[in-house]
């Protein structure tokens, strides 16, 4: 009986641990979602992207100039995202300034269609930013894509974009080098078929003319053959 108290006790224990580290006060969530609500609306539906600017911290907007970020060139895939309000994300892991997450925002095109992102927010001087907003994984059609199909976009901000990569794209390569194959062995079978004429003809004499000899005794033959006809 002792022993099995000692082990849901420890089983508690180790179970509580995780929940409690991630556990954030309400008022620190509540400052969350209204920071993410903002954050989604502008940047990822890139409506209004200019007051995105103040909702990021500095470190995420590095390398990317106000003028540029206000022209859509910031380092955040856009989406067309269902829905005003994003706060069903759960924590990863959370500190005083710190909060690790995971969002799964739902297409406004499409109902079986939804992106889920992994970020990172930071408080900083009172007010929590948004650290860092990256694609995980893509869901609808059937079909999963996950964070390796993910590559840095066109844009100056090095914004992200789903790579996709068609069937042509493999095709054309591939019957080009097939191609490629078939006129070498092309063209060594004409060079072995030229050399092998060319060796016969080398070795083609011509047929040396018959001469015949006639004996001393074949006229007398003839005129006598003639004169017995005659008769």
Do not use: C
Request: proline share 6%; aromatic share 8%; no cysteine.
């Amino acid at each position: 009986m002792m022993r099995a108290l000692v082990v849901t006790a420890i089983l508690t224990f180790v179970m509580a641990g995780p929940a409690g580290a991630t556990r954030l006060p309400q008022a620190e969530r509540a400052a969350i979602n209204r920071t993410l609500d903002r954050f989604v609306n502008s940047a990822v539906k890139r409506h209004d992207v200019a007051s995105s600017w103040n909702l990021v911290t500095p470190e995420m907007r590095a390398g990317v100039s106000r003028s540029a970020w206000d022209r859509g060139n910031l380092p955040v895939i856009p989406y067309p995202a269902g829905g005003t309000t994003f706060h069903d994300w759960t924590i990863d892991s959370a500190s005083a300034t710190e909060v690790d997450f995971e969002l799964m925002i739902p297409s406004a095109k499409s109902k079986s269609d939804s992106i889920q992102f992994n970020g990172t927010m930071r408080k900083q001087q009172g007010r929590w930013l948004v650290d860092s907003f990256n694609p995980s994984a893509t869901f609808g059609g059937g079909a999963v894509v996950g964070p390796h199909d993910f590559t840095a976009g066109s844009g100056g901000g090095g914004g992200k974009g789903v790579a996709r990569l068609g069937s042509v794209w493999i095709a054309v390569p591939a019957a080009l080098i097939a191609g490629g194959i078939l006129v070498v062995l092309g063209f060594f079978v004409f060079v072995w078929f030229r050399n092998r004429r060319a060796y016969r003809r080398a070795n083609l004499r011509p047929l040396e003319p018959i001469v015949v000899n006639r004996r001393e005794s074949e006229p007398a033959l003839v005129a006598k053959e003639r004169g017995q006809a005659d008769g």
